[in-house]
């Protein structure tokens, strides 16, 4: 059975559709301090009577530190996430301890290419704060697919990450709009553009996260490009 640590908003943060949570242990002799980048855990939020909203899991997108403190990047939709956009500082919550990933092995590999759609760019980024923390020697490509700007999770930290390491590349696509002062590459992830951007494929592992149907899709586009089965590392569907 996970354990359940009592925390409280510290901020908020909106962008776009995406809220940024930051979140502080109430007691910290009780906080998660220890976890592997890429984890998810089940955040609870509760109403000012302490009744119970829901519970749902997200990827942490911070990385492990001794104040326990964790930040969570949440896209707003209806129903759930709604009582998330609600919060406010000193709210109180509670999180579950961090649950196994399925990229723990991540930086076992040299070469690695991470295609993530919408929210799924959150393990990605925490992966590459990680990169760019410990300066890893490992080679970091991330091609990033969402429909508007106004989606893109931590835009400008990944452009100043790709700045500062040179291990690490970010590339951003939209697929339903075209702003006018945008540099990034536009339309869906597919064969051309992991083809150009990726290349040669024979020496790199692919991640892949995002909804089923991106996943579904990433996948048969890799083995169509003969990309080996070991190579192509994603969460159970």
Same mark, same amino acid.
């Given at each position: 059975? %996970?354990?359940?640590?009592?925390?409280?908003?510290?901020?908020?943060?909106?962008?776009?559709?995406?809220?940024?949570?930051?979140?502080?242990?109430?007691?910290?002799?009780?906080?998660?301090?220890? !976890?592997?980048?890429?984890?998810?855990?089940?955040?609870?939020?509760?109403?000012?009577?302490?009744?119970?909203?829901?519970?749902? +899991?997200?990827?942490?997108?911070?990385? %492990?530190?001794?104040?326990?403190?964790?930040?969570?990047?949440?896209?707003?939709? @209806?129903?759930?996430?709604?009582?998330? #956009?609600? =919060?406010? %500082?000193?709210? /109180?919550?509670?999180?579950?301890? +961090?649950?196994?990933? *399925?990229?723990?092995?991540?930086?076992?590999?040299?070469?690695?290419? $991470? =295609?993530?759609?919408?929210?799924?760019?959150?393990?990605?980024? $925490?992966?590459?704060?990680? /990169?760019?923390?410990?300066?890893? +020697?490992?080679?970091? /490509?991330?091609?990033?697919?969402?429909?508007?700007?106004?989606?893109?999770? &931590?835009?400008?930290?990944?452009? #100043? =990450?790709?700045? @500062?390491?040179?291990?690490? &590349?970010?590339?951003?696509?939209?697929?339903? #709009?075209?702003?006018?002062? *945008?540099?990034?590459?536009?339309?869906?992830?597919?064969?051309?553009?992991?083809? &150009? !951007?990726?290349?040669? /494929?024979?020496?790199?592992? !692919?991640?892949? $996260?995002?909804?089923?149907? !991106?996943?579904?899709?990433?996948?048969?586009?890799?083995? #169509?490009?003969?990309?080996?089965?070991?190579?192509?590392?994603?969460?159970?569907?």
């Amino acid at each position: 059975m %996970p354990i359940i640590y009592p925390y409280r908003v510290a901020t908020t943060k909106r962008h776009g559709n995406i809220a940024i949570l930051t979140l502080i242990p109430v007691n910290e002799a009780n906080r998660i301090s220890s !976890f592997t980048p890429g984890q998810h855990l089940v955040l609870t939020v509760f109403n000012e009577f302490k009744v119970k909203l829901g519970s749902r +899991p997200f990827t942490i997108i911070s990385l %492990p530190n001794e104040d326990g403190r964790i930040e969570l990047a949440i896209k707003i939709y @209806q129903g759930f996430t709604k009582h998330i #956009e609600e =919060l406010k %500082p000193n709210d /109180l919550v509670e999180l579950s301890s +961090p649950i196994a990933g *399925w990229a723990n092995d991540f930086f076992s590999h040299e070469n690695i290419v $991470c =295609l993530a759609g919408g929210t799924g760019i959150t393990p990605f980024l $925490c992966l590459a704060r990680e /990169l760019a923390a410990k300066n890893l +020697p490992n080679q970091l /490509l991330v091609i990033n697919s969402n429909k508007k700007r106004a989606d893109i999770i &931590q835009e400008q930290e990944l452009n #100043e =990450l790709s700045e @500062q390491h040179p291990n690490f &590349q970010i590339l951003e696509t939209l697929t339903e #709009e075209t702003p006018a002062t *945008w540099l990034g590459a536009l339309g869906r992830i597919d064969a051309k553009m992991i083809s &150009q !951007f990726a290349s040669p /494929l024979k020496n790199k592992t !692919f991640y892949l $996260c995002g909804p089923k149907s !991106f996943i579904v899709a990433m996948k048969e586009t890799l083995e #169509e490009l003969n990309v080996l089965p070991e190579k192509i590392i994603f969460p159970n569907l």
